[in-house]
């Protein structure tokens, strides 16, 4: 065998194993359409599925008056799940939103492209200290505004139009993971 077969026998073998891999750690999730999309709103295209690739966690959220609220989320805490989030999603059935948290500060912007729920995200920093929220309208045309927050940020939370001020997530209030919904 010439060094140039065994080159491309070489390559071959490793473009084979790393399919094999891929097929074995995949859950058979679909990508996301848009992996370059950036954080925001996404999940998957048959709310059935859900929650997929994503993991759950309990968060609390103490408002401004002290009163707080529990609430079981769906977790976006890798990039491409934050890429994904809840993008084709109709009914987010049993989990009240999506929590996506990131390893360091940010200040990117949330958008809503293929996301058919209109939506509302408040944004808390490092200490879980509320930044600033916003509506985000669904977005049909494609041409989607991103909806940023007022400072840097560590945590979002997304919940379905309005559901904000029941959670008590606005000026002055806290949001911190819990741990396991209680499934």
């Keep these: ?34 992996p370059g999309a950036g954080a925001g709103a996404g999940a998957t295209a048959d709310p059935g599925a859900l929650p997929g690739p994503f993991g759950q966690t ?23 799940l934050r890429q994904r989030g809840l993008m084709g999603v109709t009914d987010l059935g049993e989990w009240g939103g999506m929590l996506f948290s990131f390893p360091e500060d940010v200040s990117g912007g949330f958008w809503m492209k293929d996301t058919p729920l209109p939506l ?4 808390f920093d490092a200490s879980g200290r509320f930044v600033s929220a916003t509506d985000m ?30 959670l008590g997530a606005g000026p002055g209030s806290t949001l911190r993971v819990a741990g396991d919904c209680p499934r």
């Excluded at 077969?5 to 679909?30: F, K, M, N, P």
């Excluded at 509302?120 to 944004?123: K, L, P, W």
């Excluded at 049909?140 to 904000?164: N, Q, S």
């Design 137 to 166: 309208p669904t977005c049909p045309d494609g041409d989607c505004p991103l909806h940023g927050a007022a400072a840097p940020y560590r945590l979002a939370l997304e919940v379905p139009d309005g559901g904000l001020g029941p």
């Design 58 to 80: 309990l968060v609390e959220i103490v408002a401004a008056d002290g009163t707080a609220e529990e609430v079981c989320l769906l977790w976006a805490d890798t990039e491409p």
């Design 1 to 34: 065998m010439t060094a140039r077969a065994r080159g491309r026998a070489t390559a071959l073998g490793v473009a084979l194993l790393a399919g094999v891999l891929l097929a074995a750690c995949s859950d058979g999730a679909d990508a996301p359409d848009d």
């Design 120 to 123: 509302s995200i408040a944004f």
